[in-house]
């Protein structure tokens, strides 16, 4: 099942989506992360979407704005940097189409090897450095 959008989807499915999205947006809010981290294993895993589909849907997730009331929050209490926030937005223009022009044309497999090993990393060097 790589699209549910072709299919009906079921009260199962729908609240699946509702749990991971939740999840996502609670992780998002508390730590800053929430996409790759929680939407794209809960993709794969839970509802049987190939690595890019599951990538491709949490990517698409950023385009609304779905986080505006954390962001709020942390505005309100001065912890955003617009500056800072603009220039990463941009760079992740670029990046995001680079990125997905090399995950569309890898093998499933080669690209949830190279996430695994990227949050493997990213795990390790927060519990080990500073």
């Excluded at 589909?53 to 942390?74: D, E, H, K, R």
């Excluded at 955003?80 to 093998?107: E, H, P, R």
Aim: charge should be positive; glycine fraction near 10%; proline fraction near 2%.
């Amino acid at each position: 099942m790589d699209n549910l959008t072709n299919k009906k989807l079921s009260m199962e499915n729908i609240l699946i989506l509702l749990c991971i999205g939740l999840a996502a947006g609670c992780l998002s809010g508390l730590v800053g992360v929430g996409g790759g981290i929680i939407i794209v294993p809960a993709l794969v895993y839970f509802l049987s979407f190939n690595q890019q589909m599951a990538q491709g849907t949490s990517l698409s997730i950023l385009l609304l704005p779905t986080g505006i009331f954390a962001v709020m929050n942390y505005y309100q209490k001065g912890y955003v940097d617009w500056k800072v926030a603009l220039i990463i937005a941009s760079s992740f223009l670029l990046g995001g189409f680079i990125g997905s022009k090399v995950a569309i044309s890898l093998d499933q497999n080669v690209v949830k090897k190279i996430f695994a090993a990227f949050m493997v990393l990213m795990g390790l060097k927060m519990l080990i450095w500073k």
